[in-house]
């Protein structure tokens, strides 16, 4: 049996894949509901926050804004510099073990809700496919018929449309990477002015454009490695959308004795955007986007019959047993996941508005003047500000038992707003009062910022036998 013009989904392949490894293609039906309502209006929202987030000043900053000229990440109120990169291992590790987590209690909720591909597919690029060319049997009518002016017409527009929205998404993306002001002015210059930024926004708009008018939901099935975790991730107590078999079963029409619920209209098939049958069980397909849901509820309304054949349930709970949502795996993935939110909050608030290196200058390890008996080491101090304020501070030296001198020290030093002063540092001993390397500590403080960083670095000598 045929329904809808496409061939009837199996478990032994690919939906999207005939049997000579052509492509399906899949139009998916549109489908109104309490769920598809939800779902929209938290696709906007995040559209909006998408949009919105390089424009949304926080301390004077960006929310998100990843400032390559001068690798300054900005992210909802915290500034980070080069030199704290190491902090993008918590970021990543903690974003990827929290979805694990939401998929081992939700399934795939993100995929369906909050994924960027899904977000844009489901309720902008298949709108504007709607509003363009209609449902979906027209849009398969018209894609199956032959090419006429009506057809060309449809088709411009709606790949134009396409088009002009890959360009915007591809500003927005590059508005996380340079302020919006100096966005504008590029985007008011010829393209050569910038063909650097203009070849990095064509690049990413081809892709999304490719991405929305043809690949759709290929992505989601062979590039994104997400489905494939789905399956070690999710046991049977995991909440997931799935088909009642034990109400649905034996299907029929309605008014066949001794039939289930589910009369086998193939509505919940029509409206799914990867073309699976959510009745054959559990797929790597399936991203529980709940179109299936509404559906079918709409059909069961119609009917007089009860909602939920398909539904939000675990395997154990369409199965009519108990789900259990505490169990030793989400306990063991809670405890690991508070660990590394707490290792991640002390790693992020524990840095330093301020940072500071000390290094020895370029040339030799010292220099000996012989005519007043001094011994020379001269190092390079580095002053890094990270908020969005000047910060003065004062630079000072010491060491213990060494009567040394310092030039350039013992004053104050004013950094501007996220930015570094480079201060050269000599430090000065009599050489009758050297008797091998010891350590010299380079500190700044700062009593109206409340903050005091030291570095060590070694003074050297001509009885040192060790070079640097």
């Given amino acids: 049996m045929k329904s809808f013009g496409i061939k009837r989904p199996n478990r032994d392949s690919v939906t999207t894949i005939n049997e000579d490894g052509s492509r399906q293609i899949v139009y998916p039906a ?24 390089p424009w949304i000043q926080i301390n004077g900053n960006p929310a998100v804004f990843l400032d390559l000229d001068t690798n300054h990440f900005h992210l909802f109120g915290l500034t980070f510099v080069g030199q704290d990169i190491w902090l993008g291992f918590f970021v990543v590790s903690g974003v990827a073990f929290s979805l694990y987590y939401v998929t081992a209690l939700l399934g795939r909720v993100w995929c369906g809700w909050g994924c960027p591909q899904t977000v844009f597919l489901d309720h902008v690029v298949r709108r504007i496919e709607r509003i363009v060319e209609g449902g979906a049997l027209e849009r398969k009518a018209l894609a199956q018929g032959p090419w006429t002016l009506r057809k060309m017409r449809l088709m411009m527009i709606k790949h134009s449309l396409f088009f002009i929205l890959s360009f915007v998404i591809a500003h927005l993306f590059l508005s996380y990477f340079i302020t919006p002001h100096k966005l504008y002015l590029m985007m008011i210059s010829l393209p050569w002015e910038h063909w650097g930024y203009f070849l990095k926004v064509m690049f990413v708009t081809l892709v999304l454009y490719f991405n929305f008018a043809w690949f759709r ?45 589910c009369v086998d209209c193939m509505r919940c ?58 169990c030793p795996r989400l306990i063991l993935y809670t405890f690991f996941l508070l660990i590394g939110i707490g290792v991640m909050s002390w790693a992020i608030f524990g840095i330093r508005p301020v940072t ?38 004062m630079l000072e030296i010491e060491s213990h038992d060494h009567p040394i001198i310092g030039n350039g020290v013992h004053e104050e030093i004013e950094i501007p707003a996220l930015g570094e002063v480079m201060r050269p540092v000599v430090v000065t001993l009599p050489q009758s009062a050297f008797k091998g390397r010891f350590h010299v500590k380079i500190e700044i403080e700062s009593e109206v910022n409340r903050f005091s960083i030291s570095k060590t670095v070694p003074f050297l000598g001509p009885s040192d036998k060790e070079d640097e």
């Avoid at 549109?30 to 987030?53: E, H, M, N, Q």
């Avoid at 059909?299 to 019959?305: A, E, F, Q, W």
Wanted: aromatic share 8%; net charge positive; proline share 2%.
């Fill in 217 to 261: 939901e290929q992505f989601c099935i062979v590039l994104c490695p997400y489905g494939r975790f789905q399956s070690a991730l999710i046991d049977d107590h995991s909440v997931i959308i799935g088909y009642d078999e034990n109400r649905g079963e034996p299907r029929g029409k309605r008014g066949t004795e001794g039939a289930g619920d």
């Fill in 356 to 393: 500071m290196s000390a290094l020895r200058m370029v040339g030799a390890p010292y220099y000996l003047d012989s005519e007043k008996g001094m011994i020379r080491n001269q190092y390079l101090v580095r002053i890094l500000n990270k908020k969005n304020i000047a910060v003065k501070c």
């Fill in 269 to 326: 098939v029509q409206v799914c955007p990867t073309g699976i049958d959510i009745r054959q069980g559990l797929q790597i397909e399936c991203i529980g986007c709940s179109n299936c849901i509404d559906a079918c509820d709409e059909v069961m309304t119609k009917l007089d019959r009860l909602k939920g054949l398909i539904r939000y349930d675990s395997l154990q709970g369409l199965k009519g047993l108990e789900t259990k949502f505490i």
């Fill in 30 to 53: 549109d489908v109104s509901g309490r769920f598809t309502f939800w779902r929209r209006l938290v696709g906007y929202g995040l559209i909006i926050l998408y949009a919105a987030l």
